[in-house]
C-alpha cells in the first residue's frame, strides 16, 4: 500500500500536526511516539505492524535533522555517540523481528515502575543533569555507554514510544551527561534505532511509503525547531519537558495496562 485510500483530507491534516508535535518532542527530550503511533492507530486500514513500520519511517527523517542539528551546535563526543549506535541499530532490528512474538504486556508494567522511579528521582535532585559528571572513564565509560544503545535499541524495535525519553534518562543517571548532552547523544542512537528497525520491516512491504513520507516531512520540521529551542535553552527548558513527558509515559503506560488487565 502506498497511501490509505479511506484517509480523508481533515483526518490527515490532524495526523501532520501529530507528527509535527511529535518531532518536536523528540527533538528535545524523546516521547514522540507518544503521539505519533496513537495518531496512526486511527487510521482507517491499517495493521498494527504497518502502524509500527509506517511510524518509524516517518521518525527517521525527524531523528535524522534533530541529530544533525545538535551535531552541528552542541558537538556530542562522536566516540561515544557512535558506538551506542551502531549497537542500538542491531538491537532495534533484533528487537522488531520478535515484536510478533513477544508477549509485550508483560514488560509494561516494569516500565511503569521504571519510569516513576526516574520521574521521582529527576524531582527529588533538581541539580541531575544541570552539568555533565561522567560516572565512568576510559573502558568503563564506553562499555556503559554500549549497553544502554542496546537494551534501548532492542525495547525500541519490540516497543518503541518513550525511546528518546529513556535514552536521555540512562544516559543522564546511569552515565552522568548534562540534559543537553544526553539528547544531543540521544538523537544519534534514536536515528540508528529507526533504521534499525525499517531494515526489518521495508523488506516486508510493511511500511506505507506515501503516508510515511508525508509524516517524516511533518516531523522533520518539527524536530528542527524542537532541536534550535532546546540547544538554545538549555538543561533546564529540557529538565522541564523531560518531567513532563515522564509523567506523560506514565499515565499512557499505566491506562495500557489498566485496559489490558480488564479485557
Same mark, same amino acid.
Given at each position: 500500500?502506498? %497511501? ?8 490527515? #491534516? ?6 509535527? =508535535? ?44 534533530? #541529530? ?18 551502531? @549497537? ?15 508477549? @509485550? ?27 555533565? #559528571?561522567?560516572?565512568? =572513564? ?9 549497553? @544502554? ?18 535514552? @536521555? ?9 548534562? %540534559? ?10 534514536? %536515528? ?7 531494515? %526489518? ?25 524542537? =532541536?534550535?529551542? #532546546? ?33
Amino acid at each position: 500500500m502506498f %497511501f490509505p485510500p479511506e484517509l480523508g483530507l481533515p483526518a490527515l #491534516a490532524l495526523l501532520l500536526l501529530a507528527a509535527f =508535535a511529535a518531532g518536536w518532542i523528540d527533538a528535545v527530550v524523546g516521547g514522540g511516539g507518544l503521539l505519533q503511533l496513537p495518531a496512526l492507530l486511527l487510521v482507517p486500514g491499517l495493521t498494527p505492524v504497518q502502524v509500527l513500520a509506517t511510524n518509524k519511517l516517518g521518525s527517521v527523517f525527524g531523528t535524522a535533522t534533530s #541529530a544533525l542539528t545538535y551535531y552541528r551546535r552542541a558537538r556530542p563526543d562522536l566516540r561515544t555517540a557512535l558506538p551506542m549506535a551502531a @549497537v542500538a541499530l542491531v538491537g532495534s532490528f533484533a528487537g522488531a523481528s520478535i515484536a510478533s512474538s513477544l508477549p @509485550v504486556a508483560v514488560f509494561k508494567p516494569v516500565i511503569v515502575v521504571a519510569l516513576v522511579v526516574v520521574a521521582a528521582l529527576t524531582l527529588a535532585r533538581p541539580a541531575l543533569g544541570q552539568a555533565t #559528571a561522567l560516572r565512568y =572513564a576510559g573502558h568503563a565509560h564506553y562499555r556503559a555507554a554500549v549497553a @544502554v544503545g542496546l537494551a534501548i535499541g532492542v525495547y525500541d524495535g519490540v516497543l518503541g514510544p518513550g525511546t528518546g525519553t529513556f535514552l @536521555v534518562m540512562a544516559m543522564v543517571s546511569l552515565i552522568g551527561y548534562d %540534559f543537553l548532552q544526553a539528547s544531543a547523544k540521544a538523537k544519534i542512537v534514536n %536515528f540508528a534505532t529507526n533504521i534499525g528497525a525499517l531494515l %526489518f520491516f521495508a523488506p516486508s512491504g510493511a511500511v506505507v511509503w506515501g503516508l510515511g513520507l508525508m509524516l517524516g516531512v511533518a516531523n522533520l520540521s518539527g524536530s528542527y525547531l524542537g =532541536a534550535r529551542m #532546546a540547544i538554545s535553552s538549555g538543561t533546564k527548558f529540557i529538565r522541564v519537558v523531560f518531567l513532563v513527558v515522564v509523567l506523560a509515559l506514565i499515565v499512557k503506560v499505566s491506562h495500557d495496562v489498566w485496559v489490558e488487565n480488564l479485557s
